[in-house]
């Protein structure tokens, strides 16, 4: 199981540190992925890291902005999320990946967590 935390209500220009925590201790097994819905939007991908850690790939939107990495001795991924925007204001979800590399598409991830919300004040 996935659960994400660390959403909340922030001002344009904050930060934020989002983490994704598997209950299994095998989350080096799998490449992760965050992914964001805002309202009335269809889920979107955020960013993307390989096993190891190092491969990572992210949406044009969140680029210079935004740093995915892990630490898979702790069975955590987190999302750091700097000068964010109310634009950024959705649901964040993690996902796993067992397939060997890193992919963009929604389709491409296994197992879901449930869900932290980030809302950006203007």
């Known amino acids: 199981q996935l659960q994400a935390s660390g959403g909340g209500l922030v001002q344009a220009g904050d930060s934020l540190r989002l983490s994704c925590a598997a209950s299994?201790?095998?989350?080096?097994?799998?490449?992760m992925g965050w992914f964001r819905q805002a309202p009335g939007k269809e889920r979107e991908f955020v960013a993307t890291i390989s096993r190891s850690g190092g491969s990572t790939n992210y949406a044009d939107s969140v680029k210079g902005r935004f740093t995915i990495s892990r630490d898979n001795a702790r069975n955590t991924v987190y999302l750091q999320m700097n000068n964010l925007k109310p634009e950024d204001t959705a649901v964040y979800y993690c996902a796993a990946r067992r397939s060997p590399g890193i992919t963009t598409a929604l389709g491409g991830y296994d197992y879901w967590g449930q869900g932290t919300l980030v809302t950006v004040s203007s």
């Open positions: 299994a201790r095998t989350l080096g097994m799998y490449a």
